[in-house]
């Protein structure tokens, strides 16, 4: 029988050659894992059509920046609120005229979305523009790796760090966001915690798009005087993943939100995960005052917690 090297994640330690075949017990080939892809439910020719449309530079420009807005902010546009034709064009550097006419394009092929929003004052409603959460999954992502590819290249570099002594799942999430938030950061000056719930919000703000890039679509509550909030997380992109290795996928996100509230500078964070809630969602509770929410169960077996 072929053989070839294999690098197992079996509670935090690299093992062995052996038979394709042969999986140890409740370990993960990494080298398989990123071969996966996510499962992408297709629209018809709407794929195909907006891919095409993407091969535009300018179209491109406009959908990565409004997927670049931020998901919260104390002021200035958001994610959900999106831009008007004319600040696009102000921000780009294009008539307006022109911008209308790749935004019809892109609004037709289902990749950015219209609305209208009253800005409180008199006068009609302004005419903004949003990405489609579930085009920007499959046709705009701003890296060629999906979210198998890098679940499989953080659980590499865990383990090569790590080496024979382990890293535990949660330890490579966050190892793997704090390097990524550094590499992001302005330089001079450390994150400090945020002194008003506005501020903490705008801090969970850059959580939430971090999941986004996993392939998430958040839904985020705010509760209480101190902006407490509860993510719920739909149709993971891990699902199937998930239900067999819950220890290894959910402490990987688990890591993720702790270290970015760390990265942030909420250090005192309490967070808490907590997988199927519902059948295809999860749940987490992020506190801005350090108490520690409900603990995250430990999955022992597939469909038990402990």
Known sequence: MKTRRQHWWCGGFDTAVGPVAAVPGGCLDIDELSLLTPVVIMR????????????????????????????????????????????????LGLHTTTIRFHLDQLVAAGILRSQFVRSGGAGRPAKRYVVEETELGTVVAGSSEGPYQILATLLADALAEGGQEGVSPEAAGRDWVRRRMAARAPEGGTPTSAGTPGEWVGKVGAVVD?????????????????????????????????????????????????????????????????????PTTCSAVLLRRGAHPLPTPIVRHRGETA
């Not at 998901?71 to 004319?86: F, I, K, Q, S």
């Not at 209480?224 to 996100?253: K, M, S, Y």
């Open 44 to 91: 018809d020719d709407a794929d195909v059509n907006g891919a095409a449309l993407l091969t535009s530079a300018v179209r491109r420009r406009i959908v990565e920046h409004l997927a670049e807005l931020p998901r919260l902010a104390a002021e200035g546009p958001t994610r959900e609120r999106g831009l008007t034709a004319a600040e696009l064009g102000r921000v």
């Open 210 to 278: 971090l999941l986004s890039e996993w392939g998430y679509v958040p839904d985020l509550a705010v509760t209480g005087q101190e902006g407490d909030v509860t993510l719920t997380l739909h149709d993971c992109p891990f699902r199937d993943l998930a239900r067999v290795h819950p220890e290894i996928v959910c402490g990987v996100h688990l890591g993720l939100l702790r270290g970015a509230l760390e990265s942030a500078g909420e250090d005192q964070a309490g967070v808490s995960l907590q997988p199927f809630v519902t």
